[in-house]
């Protein structure tokens, strides 16, 4: 079986993707046969550029012509285009991966899902963190009991693209066409990683409680080529507070205006026996201590009984951010041809987005807000 694949999006996320389908033949021999078939885009030289880089066989400018005309659509737009394009391809019976997050509104999410549950096709949002192998790992030490009961958990996203008040405005700067700022982009992921690691652990659970604050540092930014400002609507920073169902606390903070952090994703979690830390900056490695332990110690997730290790290189040969793309893109195409689901789906995503809509209506309300059950 050879899966066609159509990708809207070509810049950042679709050569992320691009480059994992490319790997999979290499390195994932078992997951189904990939043809990179249409690349879809606007501007016709960019995305002609783009397609003979990328290796797809053809390009489309307009996502009607092709999306029910391959056997999976991927959804690497802008948050705003999430909605309609991966709505129109579950109605034609195609499964949909769509990026975080899964889209710039709560409505638009919802209605995605309820798509995606009439459809019955495999769906995906790009929680690509679940698939650091250091990140399986921690789960499994949580799950195991290693920690013991779950008492706090703290995750922090920092950015520092924004630092630069002359940094061009651009549609992640932009509520309407992304939803929200760093909240949306960089705490959709810690927001996901947190239920994904203790989600299912005693005294964990799902996050039940939220109290949240956005703030927007620089409120305009110079539209690149014209020199024009336009307003900022999103937020450039967001904290938040968490009560969990089965007791434990948390705090998140993101920020895309933190100097000196380029790309720093940090989760600790503290139990009744250890706790665990994990640096997106050091991937390969997760802090324990144990109760037997006076201190930390740094173990290297990179052992060939590893999650995912054996399919690359011998033990201690690290992996990389990119690595986590394959890892995702090889699971979900596996679910594609065999018919399952795959997990983070819509269902992930929208349990993420309901997380935010609560942090943004705390902020805008000023009082606790709970959140709605996630199922995801
Ligand atoms: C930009 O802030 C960004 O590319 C996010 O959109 C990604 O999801 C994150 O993985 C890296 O930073």
Request: proline share 6%; aromatic share 8%; charged share 25%.
């Amino acid at each position: 079986m050879t899966l066609d694949v159509g990708i809207l999006g070509y810049r950042f996320m679709g050569r992320a993707h691009a480059n994992a389908l490319a790997r999979l033949p290499m390195f994932f021999p078992e997951t189904p046969a990939v043809n990179r078939d249409v690349l879809i885009g606007r501007d016709e030289a960019a995305l002609e550029d783009a397609r003979s880089r990328l290796g797809f066989d053809r390009t489309a400018t307009d996502w009607r012509s092709v999306v029910d005309d391959v056997d999976v659509f991927y959804n690497l737009g802008p948050n705003f285009l999430h909605a309609e394009p991966s709505i129109a391809a579950l109605e034609a019976g195609v499964p949909v991966f769509s990026e975080k997050p899964l889209a710039a509104t709560l409505a638009d999410a919802e209605a995605m899902t309820e798509a995606a549950r009439s459809a019955g096709v495999p769906t995906a949002c790009g929680f690509n963190y679940r698939f650091v192998p250091a990140i399986r790992y921690a789960r499994e030490l949580i799950r195991d009991g290693e920690l013991g009961e779950i008492r706090t958990v703290r995750g922090r996203y920092l950015q520092d693209w924004l630092v630069d008040p002359e940094a061009p405005w651009s549609w992640r700067t932009d509520a309407e066409l992304a939803g929200s700022g760093a909240l949306g982009d960089l705490g959709a992921h810690t927001v996901d990683l947190v239920r994904f690691l203790v989600g299912d652990a005693p005294g964990g659970g799902e996050i039940d409680r939220v109290s949240g604050h956005l703030r927007t540092a620089v409120d305009e930014r110079p539209v690149e080529g014209s020199g024009e400002m336009r307003s900022v609507t999103v937020d450039d920073d967001y904290t938040a507070q968490l009560a969990f169902t089965d007791g434990a606390i948390g705090v998140l903070e993101g920020s895309r205006i933190a100097p000196g952090h380029t790309n720093d994703h940090r989760i600790e979690i503290h139990g009744s026996e250890g706790s665990l830390g994990f640096s997106l900056e050091r991937l390969n490695e997760l802090e324990v201590l144990r109760p037997e332990n006076r201190g930390f110690e740094t173990i290297l997730v990179t052992d060939e009984d590893d999650p995912y290790v054996d399919h690359w290189w011998p033990p201690g040969h690290v992996l990389g951010w990119e690595h986590t793309f394959v890892h995702e893109n090889a699971a979900f195409l596996q679910a594609v041809a065999d018919g399952t689901s795959f997990d983070p789906s819509f269902d992930a995503g929208l349990a993420a987005q309901r997380v935010l809509a609560s942090i943004e209506a705390s902020d805008e309300r000023g009082t606790w807000e709970p959140v709605p059950e996630l199922d995801g």
